[in-house]
Nanobody
Framework: QVQLVESGGGLVQPGGSLRLSCVASGRTFNSYPMGWFRQAPGKDREFVAGTTGNGGGKYLGDLADSVKGRFTISRDNAKNAVYLQMNNLKSEDTAVYYC?????????WGQGTQVTVSS
């Protein structure tokens, strides 16, 4: 079965950093877009970062305005993985972060990893 598994979330202080990982299994996502979404309590799920499909290698992608200059998305197709480096974290970044892959219109989601930014 196709699975996306996120890891790397946790509790950090404002200004801290976290690196989220998403490793896919069951199929390769090399040629398909992948990205990160997040959902805070009582709010809709929102786009954070995304990459276009790629045949191999590592590359950077698009970011939501709210995280530009602080977050970086990268991809390692050899590992069938996508990453989200989060720097200078703010309290408003607190949310469950979900990895997503779109295979020809079929959307796959990970289980989510909690990121909490608090003093």
């Amino acid at each position: 079965q196709v699975q996306l598994v996120e890891s790397g979330g946790g509790l950090v202080q404002p200004g801290g950093s976290l690196r989220l990982s998403c490793v896919a299994s069951g199929r390769t996502f090399n040629s398909y877009p992948m990205g990160w979404f997040r959902q805070a309590p009582g709010k809709d799920r929102e786009f954070v970062a995304g990459t276009t499909g790629n045949g191999g290698g590592k590359y950077l992608g698009d970011l939501a305005d709210s995280v530009k200059g602080r977050f970086t998305i990268s991809r390692d197709n050899a590992k069938n993985a996508v990453y989200l480096q989060m720097n200078n974290l703010k309290s408003e970044d607190t949310a469950v972060y979900y990895c997503n892959g779109d295979v020809g219109g079929v959307r796959y989601w990970g289980q989510g990893t909690q990121v909490t930014v608090s003093s």
